[in-house]
């Protein structure tokens, strides 16, 4: 698993906003969308392209197209929603599948509510989108379900993650597949109950409200 943390002083201008107890929904929803966009430029870094003929008003010239098969995203509901419409901007071709997940906060366990994947991913690149990769346990159970459905080439755009969920995320995949993880930050820990400090919050109820 390669770890890329984008550090640009734009991306931690946003996330300090993102962090503050004050900042409110409609501006923190923009703000996720806006990271997105940016963090999208290392993230597709290595997108497939092809070439492609065309014609300018002058000339015939080879120029660059994204790929076929187009590229899967995949939102983990429900904070990972926050994140699509920045990634499809940047994406436009690429498909969306929806994987609802959520951590019982007792036991920090993943508990999976909705799974609308395609039934085969060979040969597509993965993009999943979750803001917080906290114990990593939700991260680890999306890769799982795209790598067991022939995926082997899988993206993941984070905002914030903690160094626990990172080493998590890392043993877990070990040489089954070429996984990166993008991230705007790296923070210092996890607390007593699983949450990222320092944090910016539950991302869910920051971005739609208390459920
Ligand atoms: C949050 C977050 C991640 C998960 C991270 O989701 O959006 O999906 O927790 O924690 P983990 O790394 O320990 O698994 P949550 O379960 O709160 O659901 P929500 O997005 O519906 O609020
Ligand atoms: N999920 C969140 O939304 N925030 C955290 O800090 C940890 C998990």
Known sequence: MELHV???????????????????????RLLVDELVTLLSYEATRNVRVEQREVETPLTTTVGTQLAHPAPLIVPILRAGLGMLDGMTRVLPIAEVGFLGLMRDEQTLETITYANRLPERLDGRQVFILDPMLATGGSLVSAINYVLERGATDVTCVC???????????????????????VVACVDEKLNEVGYIVPGLGDAGDRLYGLV
């Open 6 to 28: 984008a550090d640009h002083p734009l991306i931690r201008h946003k996330v300090t906003v993102l962090r503050d107890k004050n900042t409110p929904s409609p501006t923190f």
């Open 159 to 181: 905002l914030l993650a903690a160094p626990e969920g990172i080493e998590h995320v890392k043993q877990s995949v070990g040489e089954r597949a070429d996984v990166s993880v």
